[in-house]
């Protein structure tokens, strides 16, 4: 399986940008995605995740009410949409995986990657 994730770039504070996150390789009905982020000198941290079956969304408080996550399954494609954009959103996001699983806010839940793209938000 193999994560092809693009939509960075740079942004205006309070601007808006999207993400797209598209799995290939295999196909199933269910996955959990999520998209976490590592800025410079920081952990990487979750930021949002999505259950296919179900849709069921989930977010860290810092995503919550601005950005929101949603699939397209005709395009199997996941989004993330981020609105209101502050200079602490700055980061490289990565896209991750896990085939028949509920989301987990734990990077290492996980099994497979795509490489980050990365988001510069100025101020």
């Known amino acids: 399986v193999q994560l092809q994730a693009y939509g960075g770039g740079l942004a205006q504070a309070g601007g808006s940008l999207r993400l797209s996150c598209v799995p290939s390789g295999r196909t199933s009905n269910d996955a959990a995605t999520a998209w976490f982020r590592q800025a410079p000198g920081k952990e990487r941290e979750f930021v949002a995740g999505i259950r296919w079956s179900g849709g069921n969304t989930y977010y860290a408080d810092s995503a919550r009410g601005r950005f929101t996550i949603s699939k397209n399954s005709a395009k199997n494609t996941v989004y993330l949409q981020m609105n209101s954009l502050k200079a602490e959103d700055t980061a490289v996001y990565y896209c991750?995986?896990?085939?028949?699983?509920?989301?987990?806010?734990?990077?290492?839940?996980?099994?497979?990657w795509g490489h980050g793209t990365l988001v510069t938000v100025s101020s």
């Open positions: 991750t995986l896990r085939w028949g699983s509920t989301v987990h806010k734990s990077a290492e839940w996980y099994n497979y």
